[in-house]
C-alpha cells in the first residue's frame, strides 16, 4: 500500500511538473501578442523621461523601456502605443487595463506593491525628493529649513504631497502646501510665483529648468527628503509578463555593464567568449526559452534601445544630472544586473 502511494505521489508531481513547464502566456501577454502592440502608459510631458516633440512622436528614458520590451516580445521597438497619463490617472489607467504597463516615473512603494493588484517589474531609476526656489525672490534661502511657514508648490496625487507632510512634522516645520493636478499646472504656478519653493523629484525639476530661459534665476536644494525608486508597474496577473518586464530591465544593464551596445550586439553575439555575453545575447544558454520567448529577444532589446548606460546618457545626462546611485553597482551606484545562468 505503502509502495502505490509513493508511486501515485510521483505520478501528481511529474503531473503537476509538466503542467507547469507547458503553462499557457497570462492574460496581459496573450493580449499583446494577438494585437501585436505594447501598450504603454507614459508622462504627458516629462523631459528625459517621457516628451513627445512637435510631431507627437516619444521619447525618453521611460519610453525606451517601452521600445526595449516591445522589440523584445513583438520583435519591433515601433509595435508601441503610448497612452499618456497624468498622476491621478496612472492607476486607474492600469488596473481597467486601459494599458499593459506604466513606465511613467513612478515610485515602488509597499502599498502599492501589496494593495493595488499590482507588482513592479524593478527600480529603473533611482530619484529622490528635492526642492528648488527662486533666487530672486527667495535669496535667504539655502536650505530647506529656511523654508519654514512657506507656500510650497506640489503635485497632488504624489508620494511627494504625501512625504511633504511627513518630513514637516518629523522635523517640526510647517509648510503650507498649494496643490495642483497635473505636474505642468505645478510647475506654473511655481514659476509664477504663487508658491516660494516647488517641490517633486530632483529629476522631475531638473526637467523643468533644462526648458527654462532663466535657469539661472533658480536653485535647487541640497536637501533630499525621500528614496523614490522608480519603476515598471504591471498587473499583478500575469507571471510570464512579470519575467519578461523584469528581466529585459536585468539584459540592458548586464550589456552595459558587459560593453555591449546597440551597435557592437550583433558582432558580440557572433564572436564573444565571454560566458555572460553569450547567455545575454542567445549564443549559448536557455533563458529565452525560459522566459517564452526566443534566443534574440535581448538582442532585439539592445538593438532597439542600446544598453542602459547609452539610454541614460541619451536622456538624462542632457538634464545636467550625474549617474550617482544610477551608475552600475562597480562603478558606485545601485544598478546591479542579476546574473543570467
Known sequence: ????????????????????????????????????????????????????????????????????????????????????????QRFTALQSGEVDILSRNTTWNSKRDTTMGSVFAGTWFYDGQAFVVNTKKNAKVKKL???????????????????????????????????????????????????????????????????????????????????????????????EFFAIARWTIFALQQAEESGVTKANVAQMKKDSKDPTIQRLTGATGEVGKGLGLDADWAVRAIAAVGNYGEIYDRNIKPLGLSRGPNALWNKGGLMYPVPMD
Open 1 to 88: 500500500m505503502l509502495r502505490k502511494k509513493l508511486i501515485a505521489g510521483a505520478a501528481v508531481a511529474l503531473a503537476l511538473g509538466a503542467a507547469a513547464g507547458t503553462a499557457s502566456a497570462g492574460p496581459t501577454l496573450d493580449a499583446i501578442k494577438q494585437r501585436g502592440t505594447l501598450v504603454c502608459g507614459v508622462h504627458t510631458g516629462l523631459t528625459g523621461f517621457s516628451a513627445p516633440d512637435k510631431a507627437g512622436k516619444y521619447a525618453g528614458l521611460d519610453v525606451d523601456y517601452c521600445k526595449a520590451l516591445a522589440a523584445a516580445i513583438l520583435g519591433s521597438e515601433d509595435k508601441v502605443k503610448y497612452v499618456p497619463l497624468t498622476a491621478q
Open 145 to 239: 529649513a529656511d523654508l519654514n511657514k512657506a507656500a510650497i508648490c506640489v503635485e497632488t496625487g504624489t508620494t511627494t504631497e504625501r512625504n511633504l507632510a511627513d518630513y514637516a512634522r518629523a522635523n517640526k516645520l510647517t509648510f503650507k502646501p498649494v496643490v495642483f493636478e497635473g505636474q505642468e499646472a505645478t510647475e506654473k504656478a511655481f514659476q509664477s510665483g504663487r508658491c516660494d519653493a516647488y517641490t517633486t523629484d530632483a529629476s522631475g525639476i531638473a526637467a523643468m529648468l533644462v526648458n527654462l530661459p532663466s535657469k539661472a534665476d533658480y536653485t535647487v536644494l541640497p536637501d533630499i527628503i525621500s528614496k523614490e525608486p522608480l519603476g515598471p508597474m504591471l498587473r499583478r496577473n500575469d507571471q
